[in-house]
């Protein structure tokens, strides 16, 4: 089979709104290396945006899943229950920050989440309007999209959105917003256009994913608790990208010295398997009634028990100081290229969440035809790169925490190369 074979049966059967990158097809995968069907090999710094933190088919997660597989595969949860997602409840509830009784549910995808974080909220203060922020990613369904604030291509022509959600500047210098800025237009927003009192919650991303890997200054989070203390508005922590030692901590919200009443999470949870979660405080949790949260494959009992193997493996080997590491030795160089790539404008993140940000350096403009052409000549020699950000001029670096230091080190070769040959 060839992979232009596949990509026009692709285009002949499947809907162009699903939007590929990539024109090969995986064949096989092991931690941090994908081939495709002709053979040819790539590293993967995209991670299935974020999902493989411990790597692709970590024998643990294998294991696991097989342990499982040979029991029982599918029971739903609600009507028969079983240890598993119980374990990984206690276990989550254990791990998440904030010094409080906490309870956990479990549903599939990282949207369904945020959802059910929403209807959540909203029912332990019966209040109806939502607050996100510009520049926010929170899914795709029709809820998600709207606290989504990005219009093309996720909110154009699916109107009309969900109703009662508002949007304010999330700190961003990059795009002109100082710290001092986003404090007074959240202000402003509750002082004109929606009534605190009316509030359920705020939802913020500590870490922007699809908006740029923008992180939230500590003093913004802490105003943010601040604020939603003084009004009993409910603050939720999209953790579903930043979580499971993406930021070189379990959870992001550790580095802030604040917690969020709710937290989301997803993607690498179960290390590939499908599955997210919310943790927030028990009396939050409990709000809803029987019957008022799940979904046929929520906390399905093979992505569970990969789950429980994530959070060993995570533990066991030292993941998170080991992804610090490497976001650091990647960071350096990025910025040591700054000299002779002088349309790098910034380099940041936390841990192994690490972009690099394009402009002009004399009028500042994006430069995102820049990045389109550093991903070609980095997939070409075989390393996979994610772009981000509203303009598409940030390249997101997404590697398994699992990735052997000379496959990296090979990897930083293809990209500074790319970088350079591109100017």
Same mark, same amino acid.
């Not at 929606?194 to 740029?212: K, R, S, T």
């Given at each position: 089979m060839k992979n232009a074979t596949l990509v026009e049966r692709k285009n002949a059967a499947t809907p162009r709104g699903v939007g590929v990158m990539c024109e090969f097809y995986a064949d096989r995968a092991e931690n941090a290396e994908i081939w495709d069907i002709e053979g040819k090999r790539y590293i993967d710094f995209a991670s299935g945006i974020a999902v493989c933190n411990t790597g692709h088919r970590h024998p643990r997660l294998v294991a696991a899943i097989e342990e499982q597989l040979a029991r029982f595969i599918h029971t739903a949860y609600q009507v028969v229950p079983y240890e598993s997602y119980v374990e990984l409840a206690e276990k989550i509830n254990a791990l998440v920050p904030g010094d409080f009784p906490k309870k956990t549910a479990f549903f599939t995808t990282g949207v369904e989440a945020v959802e059910n974080a929403i209807k959540i909220a909203r029912y332990a203060t019966q209040r109806p309007h939502i607050i996100s922020f510009n520049h926010a990613f929170h899914g795709?369904?029709?809820? !998600? @999209?709207? $606290?989504? *604030?990005?219009?093309?291509?996720?909110?154009?022509?699916?109107?009309?959105?969900?109703?009662?959600?508002?949007?304010?500047?999330?700190?961003?210098?990059?795009?002109?917003?100082?710290?001092?800025?986003?404090?007074?237009?959240?202000?402003?927003?509750?002082?004109?256009?929606?009534?605190?009192?009316?509030?359920?919650?705020?939802?913020?991303?500590?870490?922007?994913?699809?908006?740029?890997?923008?992180?939230?200054?500590?003093?913004?989070?802490?105003?943010?608790?601040?604020?939603?203390?003084?009004? !009993? @508005?409910? $603050?939720? *922590?999209?953790?579903?990208?930043?979580?499971f030692g993406r930021t070189g901590k379990l959870f992001a919200m550790e580095h802030y010295g604040v917690a969020a009443d709710i937290t989301t999470m997803a993607k690498s949870l179960a290390g590939g398997m499908p599955l997210s979660g919310i943790c927030g405080r028990s009396d939050i949790l409990d709000a809803p009634l029987p019957g008022g949260l799940g979904g046929t494959y929520a906390g399905h009992p093979l992505a569970t028990a990969s789950a429980l193997a994530v959070i060993e493996v995570m533990q066991e080997e030292n993941l998170l100081e080991k992804g610090s590491k490497l976001g650091d030795k990647l960071q350096a160089m990025l910025n040591e290229l700054r000299a002779e790539v002088p349309v790098i404008s910034d380099v940041r993140g936390l841990g192994a969440m690490v972009a690099v940000e394009f402009r002009c350096p004399k009028t500042g403009a994006p430069q995102s035809d820049f990045v389109k052409k550093v991903q070609q000549d980095a997939l070409a020699k075989g390393l996979i790169l994610l772009s981000c950000g509203p303009d598409a001029n940030v390249i997101r670096f997404l590697f398994p925490l699992t990735i052997g230091e000379e496959l990296f080190d090979e990897a930083l070769g293809i990209l500074r190369d790319a970088l350079l040959a591109n100017q």
């Open positions: 795709r369904t029709l809820l !998600g @999209i709207t $606290l989504t *604030a990005k219009v093309n291509p996720y909110k154009k022509g699916f109107g009309p959105l969900a109703p009662n959600v508002y949007h304010s500047p999330f700190p961003n210098e990059q795009q002109g917003v100082s710290l001092d800025d986003a404090k007074r237009q959240l202000k402003s927003l509750l002082a004109v256009s929606v009534d605190p009192q009316q509030v359920a919650a705020i939802i913020i991303e500590p870490v922007q994913g699809e908006g740029g890997f923008n992180v939230c200054p500590p003093e913004f989070m802490t105003f943010l608790r601040e604020l939603c203390d003084e009004h !009993g @508005i409910l $603050l939720i *922590a999209d953790e579903v990208q930043t979580g």
